[in-house]
């Protein structure tokens, strides 16, 4: 079990940029979340998949975003014409079944200037 | 809908003294509940869950939580607090319902703690 990675660890870009992270999940778990965390407050759900299927996606994933785990495995997601309100700590966490002990990982932070 | 309320922003302790921290949640449903914590730069860690059974929760390092459901809160405490407690705390609720949704956090509790 290596647990929960994401990549970029950091990530600075220019406002109106595309960026994409990557997560990869502890590997026997079928249920992927992401979520946002900003200065000074718990994180905040953005989407979910279970295996390749994307089921939820909060009402806080503009059009700009978007979620893909494609084959079930890890997943990525990506930020069109970032803006500066998109600076945030973006988590992935995973977890195998429907008692919802999520694993997270250690964070992608964006910043744009 | 559900939510979660921390009581507090920031708690400051001595070092060997109680640590508390309070939780009151929101749900339409039988709840399952989470204290996680979080370390400067870090991801989140899980604590203590409690799903359903007995209503004191033991978790790692010490930790316990007692579910409430007459008060609605699920309380974290520690008997004495060390130096390496110190971080950010972040109580969460999720729905029993069969449902997907993600887990609903409070704004966290940051501990300090006083040597």
């Known amino acids: 079990d290596t647990g929960v990675s994401q990549d970029p660890r950091h990530k600075i870009t220019k406002r109106g940029q595309n960026v994409t992270f990557r997560c990869d999940p502890i590997s026997e778990h079928n249920r992927l979340y992401w979520y946002r965390q900003t200065l000074g407050q718990g994180p905040e759900f953005l989407t979910y998949f279970q295996n390749e299927a994307q089921l939820e996606k909060s009402r806080l994933l503009s059009d700009r975003f978007s979620a893909e785990r494609p084959k079930g495995s890890f997943s990525t997601l990506e930020i069109q014409r970032t803006e500066q309100g998109d600076s945030a700590m973006y988590l992935c966490?995973?977890?195998?079944?429907?008692?919802?002990?999520?694993?997270f990982g250690p964070g992608t932070r964006l910043t744009v200037t | 809908a559900q939510s979660v309320t921390q009581l507090g922003s920031h708690v400051s302790v001595s070092e060997g003294a109680l640590v508390l921290l309070r939780c009151n949640y929101s749900s339409s449903v039988p709840p399952y509940l989470f204290w996680y914590v979080q370390y400067p730069n870090q991801g989140l860690q899980l604590l203590l869950k409690?799903?359903?059974?007995?209503?004191l929760v033991k978790g790692i390092n010490g930790f316990e939580a007692e579910f409430k459901k007459s008060e609605t809160s699920f309380h974290l405490t520690k008997p004495s607090a060390h130096m390496s407690d110190a971080a950010e705390y972040f109580c969460a609720v999720a729905s029993s319902g069969g449902g997907a949704d993600g887990l609903t956090f409070g704004k966290g509790t940051h501990l300090i703690i006083q040597p």
């Open positions: 409690y799903t359903t059974g007995a209503t």
């Open positions: 966490a995973s977890c195998l079944g429907p008692y919802y002990e999520q694993y």
